[in-house]
């Protein structure tokens, strides 16, 4: 075994050690119901209500938030999985300069999947799958 290889071996194997537990802790990820269809069309409408304000109407963006036609958040990157937790427990600022996003009531998993079902067809009409 080379030199290299035993280290990211060591730093792979610490690193699970820690983040493991942690994981098992809390950050359950909200799951939508089994079964449920994403619908983009319910997902647009929730989306101009609960998220428009910072993203955008036309996910652009604004002066509060980030806009989700943007590379960082293709699903390779920011899987759906990522809207959950953004929804249920906020964002700490780490990409941008706008603050944290707060976690946003009134919503659940099942709404939160069809808000990414319709972001997600927003960004395949702008080329970033
Ligand atoms: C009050 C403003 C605001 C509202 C409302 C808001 N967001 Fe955000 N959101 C932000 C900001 C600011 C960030 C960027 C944080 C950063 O710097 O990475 C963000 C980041 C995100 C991210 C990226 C999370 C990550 O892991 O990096 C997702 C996904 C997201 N928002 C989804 C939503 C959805 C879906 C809604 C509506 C239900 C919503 N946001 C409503 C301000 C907002």
């Not at 994981?23 to 619908?39: D, E, F, R, V």
């Not at 036309?58 to 002066?63: A, I, T, Y």
């Not at 990409?95 to 939160?112: A, S, Y």
Request: hydrophobic share 40%; charged share 15%; glycine share 8%.
């Amino acid at each position: 075994m080379t030199n290299k290889l035993r280290w990211s071996l060591l730093i792979w194997v610490l690193t699970s050690a820690v983040s493991l537990p942690v994981a098992a802790q809390g950050w359950k990820i909200p799951q939508p119901s089994p079964g449920l269809m994403p619908n983009p069309v319910q997902g647009k409408a929730l989306y101009a209500q609960h998220c428009a304000s910072c993203h955008g109407a036309d996910l652009k963006g604004s002066n509060q938030g980030p806009p989700m036609l943007h590379r960082i958040y293709e699903p390779s990157h920011h899987a759906d999985m990522a809207f959950q937790l953004a929804v249920a427990n906020g964002v700490r600022a780490h990409h941008w300069q706008f603050g944290d996003m707060k976690p946003v009531p009134g919503l659940n998993p099942d709404t939160v999947a069809h808000i990414t079902a319709f972001v997600r067809n927003e960004q395949r009409k702008a080329g970033i799958q």
